[in-house]
């Protein structure tokens, strides 16, 4: 898990090119949206989407879904862990 | 003075001219259908299209058929044809132009063309050739939004000027609104405005990577809704002063008697859960019109079906209207959404329904939505005099136009043709700008040798995570000239770009060149729609004033100063930041260097910023 969470960190500094940020700098349990944590927004869960698609063969159909999902990296790694098809 | 509308042109999914149009509206026939005409492979996606080939339209234009030319251009001219015809200026019969003078010189008949896809349907044919040759190079002279609009212009040979305005979805609007500053600058006699937009593979799948295309015929206002059908087609409107109209005895259809063009300056593809944006452009039109909201007796919203516009944009109506709300109703059900044409498409539908008397229905409505307006679902005779029409664009660009129907004609009447204009005595031009001296208060430029880095002093990191090296750089002489004149917040932003964020678009092409229709990237997707730019240095410096982007190839930025002295000169502005910013990538360089194009520069920004003295 802790590998996964890792990589994620790492997936996501690439794709959503957050310049200079390491994946330390991304506590594990913060919120990744509004404006109490990290600040992501709705085209960030989109490229999120395509990431999820693309790397780890999970198919989000619906936005909206993505809500719970990518709450936080942990969550991100769960979910992962649990659908993932590559 | 009063803005006659004396012509219309349209052409989109419900039909070819105005008679068919008029038709499919009042039997509620919807024109989205399975893709016929577009090659994606996305056939699972419903969509507007014109119900005609592109060597159909050719065929009726008079072009050869092994002649390859853009369908939005195709569209385009089909509609200005209409539009020329039914104002009296082009004969029906001989089909020809002849130069139109008044008693004193050549009228001054000016196009104005919104679009934002432009030629990308020819582009996308050949992108994957033009790397090893050079059979199809000239389609990238042809890509860009400005020689669509000069393609137009030349195939009448009327137009004394042309130019092409690009705020996404709201460009056809802008259109009428800069045509309606320009004939009371009297810069123009006439103007021919509105918009074109063909279904690309390329727009197509850039919605599908914002996860708002509807599998399913669009429900705009219904709980439902699940976002939008796009579609294609173009439409203009002829725009003169009604002293003008009254001087060749042309009928009056109706009066473009208020507009308001605001910046929601929110996000760069979601409205504002307020709807400031639209909130304003539609209090200007208002206010210019001198009416108040219970005038108002129909408006055809923006409505695109996805779950954020309706929302905002039903907030936003709230806003305006409180308790008094008149029926109000998205026909994107009709045409889908005609992205930068749907501005004018829609104004000429709201056009049809005040003549006709009737309310177009909102297709597909069944269930309100929570906080959401409570569309009509078509009424006929139903006496429309003051309508409002939305269209809001990516970036936030707001722009609401108000019509009144002309009263006093009972029924359009034919138009005299062109070679009937009477000899009159006093010049039309006889509304020169105030005589206003403008200052320039400080002037940025950036090259490819600035340093972009810069950038850290004004946004973080963060802020600018989808910021190619265009955005950066033209956000940092933006904000370095607002410094430098020592301003915040202009009153308006008007930028000037040949092709926008071409990095943006260079990556979106090869993506779907290399690994097909899949989920392509959001973030690339919005960075290449041309007004981007603008917006986003409107969000940076919270500027909810005048917001437009020109297109015109290398006279873009002329355009943009051009515009700026007229917001200056009217007094609604004090001050007004003027940009125009182009890029090129090193594939885009060996492209052009084939042509003989060389020494282009990776990156040029330059802004100025302006004020009344």
């Known amino acids: ?86 | 003075m009063n803005i006659a509308i004396t012509g219309e042109g349209i052409i989109c999914a419900i039909g070819a001219d105005k008679a068919s149009v008029l038709d499919s509206l009042r039997r509620k026939q919807t024109g989205i259908d399975t893709m016929r005409y577009l090659p994606s492979e996305h056939k699972e996606l419903p969509v507007g299209e014109v119900k005609m080939s592109n060597d159909e339209m050719k065929s009726l234009l008079g072009f050869d058929a092994s002649q390859e030319v853009s369908r939005t251009s195709l569209m385009g001219m089909l509609a200005v044809r209409q539009a020329l015809e039914d104002s009296g200026y082009l004969s029906a019969e001989n089909g020809n132009l002849s130069p139109l003078t008044t008693h004193h010189s050549p009228l001054k008949i000016i196009l104005i063309s919104g679009t934002t896809v432009s030629g990308m349907d020819v582009t996308e044919r050949h992108f994957t050739e033009l790397r090893t040759s050079d059979v199809n190079l000239w389609c990238l002279d042809y890509h860009n939004c400005g020689d669509n609009t000069r393609q137009i212009a030349e195939y009448f040979g009327c137009f004394s000027e042309y130019t092409t305005v690009s705020t996404a979805c709201s460009s056809a609007a802008n259109a009428l609104i800069l045509g309606a500053e320009m004939l009371k600058a009297g810069e123009a006699d006439v103007v021919v405005a509105g918009g074109t937009e063909a279904l690309s593979v390329f727009h197509l799948n850039g919605f599908n990577s914002l996860m708002i295309l509807d599998k399913e015929h669009c429900r705009p206002f219904d709980e439902t809704r699940a976002g939008l059908n796009l579609g294609e087609g173009a439409a203009y409107v002829v725009l003169e002063s009604e002293e003008h109209a009254r001087q060749r005895q042309a009928s009056v259809h109706a009066y473009l008697t208020g507009y308001g063009n605001a910046c929601d300056a929110f996000h760069q593809t979601a409205s504002s859960e307020n709807g400031e944006g639209a909130f304003l452009a539609i209090q200007e039109a208002l206010t210019m019109a001198g009416l108040k909201p219970s005038d108002i007796d129909y408006v055809n919203a923006h409505g695109t079906g996805t779950p954020n516009n309706d929302l905002s944009e039903s907030v936003a109506l709230c806003r305006v209207f409180g308790e008094q709300m008149p029926p109000v109703s998205s026909t994107k059900g009709f045409t889908g959404h005609t992205t930068s044409a749907s501005g004018s498409i829609e104004a000429v539908i709201c056009l049809l329904a005040m003549h006709h008397g009737f309310l177009p229905a909102n297709l597909g409505w069944h269930q309100p939505m929570a906080g959401g307006i409570i569309p009509t679902l078509g009424e006929d005779n139903h006496v429309l005099r003051h309508v409002v029409c939305n269209s809001f664009g990516f970036g936030g660009n707001d722009s609401s136009l108000l019509f009144e129907r002309n009263v006093e004609s009972g029924k359009w009447k034919e138009n005299t043709s062109a070679t009937d204009i009477l000899p009159h005595d006093r010049p039309l031009t006889s509304h020169p700008s105030p005589l206003t001296s403008i200052c320039e208060l400080a002037r940025v430029e950036i090259t490819p040798e600035s340093d972009l880095s810069e950038i850290r002093d004004f946004v973080k990191p963060l802020e600018a995570r989808r910021m190619g090296k265009l955005m950066k750089a033209s956000l940092l002489s933006s904000l370095k000239a607002l410094r430098q004149a020592g301003i915040d917040c202009p009153d308006a932003i008007i930028t000037g770009t040949s092709l926008g964020c071409w990095e943006n678009t260079e990556a979106l092409l090869t993506q779907i060149e290399q690994e097909g229709e899949v989920m392509l990237s959001p973030t690339n997707f919005m960075q290449s729609t041309h007004n981007t730019i603008g917006s986003n240095i409107a969000i940076r410096t919270h500027c909810h004033g005048y917001n437009i982007t020109y297109t015109q190839g290398d006279d873009s930025l002329a355009w943009a100063l051009r515009d700026a002295r007229r917001q200056l000169a009217s007094g609604r502005c004090k001050t007004v930041l003027v940009g125009c910013h182009d890029e090129t990538t090193p594939l885009y360089r060996s492209l052009l260097d084939r042509l003989g194009i060389t020494n282009l520069p990776s990156i040029h920004s330059i802004s100025i910023v302006l004020t009344a003295v």
């Open chain 1, 1 to 86: 898990m802790e590998e996964l969470i890792l990589e994620l960190k790492q997936q996501i500094i690439e794709a959503l090119n957050l310049e200079e940020m390491t994946p330390d700098e991304i506590d594990t349990d913060a919120q990744l949206f509004g404006n109490d944590g990290l600040g992501l927004d709705s085209i960030d869960a989109l490229e999120l989407i395509v990431l999820m698609e693309k790397r780890y063969g999970i198919k989000l159909a619906n936005p909206a879904d993505g809500k719970a999902i990518f709450q936080s990296v942990r969550t991100i790694a769960e979910y992962v862990n649990e659908n993932r098809k590559k």
